[in-house]
């Protein structure tokens, strides 16, 4: 369902309840212990921490496909995960929060898990579980991933760089072959496995990895747009933190403020943006537009503790 430039809300939740969005990429749960510090350990000039209560939350890609699911879209997660307590706690999560899951269990791994103590609102420590999936499976996965992309409007490849994502010069290949757009949160310094794709989303940090420092605006502009060319982009998005988002394509340079009125935790804001961005375009937006809808809901989402998403409620309760 295609929907004009100047739409109404209406006709736009209704592309949207049309939307299809597959999301493939590095999963993981996200563990919170919340508690209380009121002393010093004897055993070592580190804080006790009291844990009053727990919670968990579906992280990585799992996050991108959340955010789609909780505006009101057709999110399906394609991913890899242990044959454990922590995959089947991320396959229910997913699933209470509408998102239609298909998860590959390798039993030669663990699902990566990412566990926080909190207190006060503030992060005591972080630890982290991890492990690589197996070719086979990642094999299984890509063939399952071409087969799947007929049901699909846009193709959203997250990577964390856990090794879900082998095979994803092959994906990008596909799904262009198939004449799905791919947008790709990416990682690393080596962007060359990612050419072809039509929308990249680092953000600053992520950017001057690879393009280096700048100089001025003219200068991220020239090096942004070099990049874009280079890797046979469509468009290239540079989400800049406080300086809001730049959209970078071949018929010029689109730039936004940011919209966030409080920034409670960054952490899973660049889910929240490409998840949107993805979900718009599949609903018929033209890319600035899209980029205007992500922008806002992600201001939205940096006021919330944690990996946490975006309602629709929320997001159309004012325009970008």
Same mark, same amino acid.
């Given at each position: ?60 890609? #799992?996050?991108?496909? @959340?955010?789609? *699911?909780? /505006?009101?879209?057709? &999110?399906?997660? =394609?991913?890899?995960?242990? +044959?454990? $307590? ?124 690879? #393009?280096?420092?700048? @100089?001025?605006? *003219?200068? /991220?502009?020239?090096? &942004?747009?070099? =990049?874009?060319?280079?890797? +046979?982009? $469509? ?86």
């Amino acid at each position: 369902m295609m929907v004009p430039a100047g739409q109404s809300i209406a006709a736009l939740k209704a592309a949207i309840a049309g939307a299809r969005v597959m999301v493939v990429g590095d999963v993981m749960l996200d563990r919170y212990w919340f508690g209380d510090v009121e002393r010093i350990s004897p055993e070592a000039p580190v804080p006790v921490a009291r844990i009053r209560k727990t919670d968990e939350r579906a992280g990585g890609a #799992a996050n991108v496909a @959340r955010n789609i *699911a909780s /505006l009101g879209g057709q &999110a399906t997660l =394609l991913a890899v995960v242990g +044959d454990d $307590e922590a995959g089947r706690s991320l396959e229910k999560l997913l699933q209470d929060d509408g998102v239609n899951t298909s998860l590959y269990r390798d039993p030669q791994i663990a699902t990566t898990v990412k566990l926080r103590v909190l207190a006060r609102q503030q992060q005591l420590l972080r630890i982290d579980f991890e492990e690589k999936p197996s070719h086979e499976i990642l094999a299984a996965k890509l063939d399952d991933f071409r087969r799947m992309l007929d049901d699909t409007d846009v193709v959203i490849l997250s990577d964390y760089g856990k090794g879900g994502l082998r095979h994803v010069y092959d994906m990008i290949a596909a799904a262009r072959a198939a004449g799905k757009p791919v947008l790709v949160d990416p990682k690393g310094d080596d962007y060359s496995r990612y050419r072809g794709a039509t929308l990249l989303t680092p953000n600053r940090s992520e950017f001057r990895q690879v #393009a280096g420092d700048w @100089r001025d605006e *003219a200068d /991220l502009v020239a090096r &942004a747009q070099a =990049l874009r060319e280079q890797l +046979d982009l $469509e468009a290239l998005l540079v989400t800049r933190s406080e300086e809001g988002m730049t959209l970078f394509r071949r018929e010029g340079v689109v730039h936004q403020a940011t919209l966030a009125r409080e920034v409670f935790d960054v952490s899973g804001a660049g889910d929240t943006v490409i998840a949107t961005l993805g979900l718009m375009l599949a609903a018929g937006l033209p890319l600035p537009q899209a980029m205007s809808w992500s922008n806002h809901a992600a201001g939205i989402v940096v006021a919330k503790l944690g990996t946490a998403t975006v309602l629709q409620d929320e997001v159309f309760a004012t325009r970008p």
